[in-house]
């Protein structure tokens, strides 16, 4: 099993950021404003999902991150509303 850090980097808002195992999910998010970063034990091998979703001003832009590696980048929607999923 390995620590990571999951953070988020946007000046200001609200996110929630869940990482999903291939077993499902246990209802906890990881990641939840304010907090800007949190660790995360993950299995070399395993499968894992994560989702996200952001409310902030329209056209701020957000990276989240998995130690180094980018999961997710962009500009918060013109509805100020932004959300998404992916794989690790």
Known sequence: MLEKTLNIDMERGNWMVNIINEH????????VSPARSAKVNIHDDHLYGFEYS??????????????????????????????GHGIL
């Open 54 to 83: 952001i409310v902030g001003k329209a056209n701020s832009p957000f990276i989240i991150r998995l130690d180094d590696t980018v999961l997710a980048e962009g500009t918060i929607a013109p509805s100020g509303i932004s959300r």
């Open 24 to 31: 499902g999910d246990n209802g906890v998010y990881e990641l």
